[in-house]
């Protein structure tokens, strides 16, 4: 799952966007998808970010993302049905659609390193910064080995499958055991290399590309504060024509 919503390099206009941009839109669009109660406002929002997926050619990416969750979001379908109605379950299960497309837009077509410039341009302190940058990139490390490590056991005849529950429990420390060891190993290299680099040598830290808007990044975020506010004038104030209106059972 993590390594479906890992960042996807492309020549693309989206690619191309300020990460400021990007998390504008993405912000903008979960806050509006989850004021809004009508549903076709609702789809009209998944609609437009699947469009800028197709255009930024992630759009297999986004949607193997959303198979990934499809255990969740059957769940959520089933309890919403359950307590509420069949209505409020469809409007639910948009709304999750919505920000799950959203938030893996955003992590395909942004680096890593351009999300710690933004931290950093927020004038956040930079052991904040350096935290989140270490588990935002070894996170899917520390996932891939352990598969590895998994792998590993299984195939030296260590069944993870069978026995009683202690068992399976006692089994998993076999894994849990050389991922803790890895991990450790892989923290003192790291601490290693960032104090022979001269971490904390200098309060400002310098950039090899500096964070710079275009124009297309402020038309960009007009469009997604027009889009926003359109959406908040028809849910609350206007509403929609009853011809524009998706009717949803009870």
Partial sequence: ??????YKARESRIHDLDPRTKICFSATITFSSIIS???TLLIVLQVVSLVLAWYAGVLK????????????????????IMLFSL?????????????ISVFSLFLMVTPSDQILQVMEWMKLPVEIVIGFSIAFRYVSIMVREAKLI???????GLDF?????????????YLLIPLVVLSTRRAVRIAESMEARGFGARKKRTQ??????????YMIIALVCLLSSLIFLLEFSFGLPSWMTINVPP
């Fill in 161 to 173: 499958q069978k026995g009683s529950i202690i068992k399976k429990i006692k089994g998993y420390v």
């Fill in 87 to 99: 209505g409020f379950s469809l409007i639910m299960l948009i709304k999750f659609l919505v920000i």
């Fill in 208 to 217: 090899l590309y500096e964070l710079k808007m275009r124009k297309r990044d």
């Fill in 61 to 80: 990416a986004i949607l193997k993302s959303i198979k990934n969750f499809i255990y969740f979001l059957v769940l959520i379908a089933v309890i919403n």
């Fill in 150 to 156: 998994l792998d590993a056991q299984m195939a030296r």
């Fill in 1 to 6: 799952m993590l390594q479906a919503l890992e």
């Fill in 37 to 39: 109660k009508n549903l």
